[in-house]
C-alpha cells in the first residue's frame, strides 16, 4: 500500500466497508439501517458466520455471502477485502455481538482499508460497554475500557495499578473461569471500591450485581460465558492517609487475627488513597 494511501483510489471505485453493530442478546435491538446495510452488502465479513448466519435467518434477513474474519484470520483476509473494494463492493463487518473492533477484531482491516482511500462507516448500535455504563449505577464518565485482561496476575495487577489514579471508571470484559482472579488483583492494585458485574445483557436471565469490591472478589458471582465488569472511581478528595495511620488501623485489624493478606484488604477499605497492596507492602516493611 505504501505511505499513508490517501487519494489512492480512483474516483470510479465506490467500495466501501460498513461496521456493523449487532445484538448483545436481544435480536430486535438490531436497528432498520443495520438490517438493510447487512442485506445488502455485496459481502459480510463475520468473526463467526454460522453465528451471524443463524442472526440473520431468525431476523428474516438474506445475506448474499459470508467470509469469516477473525483473530486469527484478519492480517490474511486484508489483500482478499481490498481487492474486492477495488471492484466496488459493499463490505459489512460484524462481531458475534455488539460493536467490532471493541474488543474484537477489526482494527487491523479498518485501518488498512482507510490507508488504501476506501470509506469506512460505522453503522453505530449495541455495545457492551456502554450498555453496562448505562445501568450499573455507577459513575459513567470519565472511563477507561480495558478489554479483556491478561492472563497472568502479575500483569493484571500491573495494569490496574497503572489507572489506579486516574479518578475513572474502569470496565473490562472477563470470562467465567478468569473472573475471580481478575476482582482479587482489581482489589490488590484499586483498594477497595465500588462494582458491578453485568452478565447476560438485554437477555432473558439479564443481571447487575453490584457492591464492593472486597465482597465480590471473597465470593466470585456464578456466571455463565463472559461478563462485563465496571469498577467505580477511587475515592475523590482529601489527601491520602498518612502511613502512621494506616499503620495504626493495620494493628487494629490484625488484632483478629487475620491472615496478612486479608489484613491489608480490610485496611485499605478503611482508608483513603492506599491500594491493598500498598498497605501489604507498608505492613510487612515496617515489621508490624
Known amino acids: 500500500m505504501g505511505g499513508s494511501g490517501r487519494g489512492s483510489v480512483d474516483e470510479g471505485k465506490k467500495g466501501k466497508l460498513y461496521v456493523v453493530a449487532t445484538p448483545l442478546g436481544n435480536a430486535d435491538d438490531l436497528s432498520p439501517r ?6 445488502g452488502a455485496d459481502l459480510v465479513l463475520a468473526e463467526d458466520t454460522r453465528r451471524t448466519g443463524l442472526l440473520l435467518k431468525r431476523l428474516g434477513i438474506a445475506a448474499r455471502g459470508f467470509s469469516s474474519l477473525h483473530e486469527h484470520n484478519e492480517e490474511a483476509r486484508q489483500d482478499r477485502v481490498l481487492g474486492l473494494l477495488s471492484q466496488g463492493l459493499t463490505l459489512a463487518l460484524v462481531s458475534d455481538a455488539g460493536t467490532p473492533l471493541v474488543s474484537d477484531p477489526g482494527y487491523r482491516l479498518v485501518r488498512a482499508c ?20 448505562s445501568a450499573a449505577g455507577v459513575p459513567p464518565y470519565p472511563f477507561t475500557f480495558l478489554g479483556f485482561l491478561p492472563r497472568k496476575t502479575s500483569d493484571i495487577r500491573r495494569l490496574f495499578a497503572k489507572h489506579a489514579d486516574t479518578g475513572a471508571t474502569l470496565v473490562f470484559f472477563e470470562r467465567k473461569t478468569r473472573l475471580g482472579k481478575a ?41 455463565l460465558g463472559e461478563v462485563t465488569v465496571v469498577v467505580g472511581p477511587g475515592a475523590c478528595g482529601g489527601e491520602a492517609s498518612s502511613a502512621e495511620e494506616v499503620l495504626r488501623i493495620a494493628a487494629e485489624e490484625a488484632r483478629a487475627g ?30 508490624s
Do not use: N
Open 114 to 133: 482507510r490507508q488504501a482511500g476506501y470509506a469506512v462507516s460505522p453503522v453505530p448500535g449495541p455495545s457492551a460497554v456502554t450498555a453496562a455504563l
Open 258 to 287: 487475620l491472615r496478612p493478606r486479608e489484613t491489608a484488604r480490610r485496611t485499605a477499605a478503611r482508608v483513603r488513597g492506599w491500594s491493598v497492596a500498598e498497605v501489604y507492602d507498608l505492613v510487612a516493611s515496617s515489621g
Open 34 to 39: 443495520a438490517a438493510r446495510i447487512l442485506a
Open 183 to 223: 476482582l482479587g488483583a482489581a482489589l490488590d492494585a484499586l483498594g477497595e471500591r465500588e462494582c458491578v458485574i453485568a452478565r447476560e445483557m438485554t437477555k432473558t436471565f439479564e443481571e447487575f450485581l453490584g457492591g464492593r469490591l472486597s465482597e465480590l472478589a471473597a465470593a466470585p458471582p456464578e456466571v
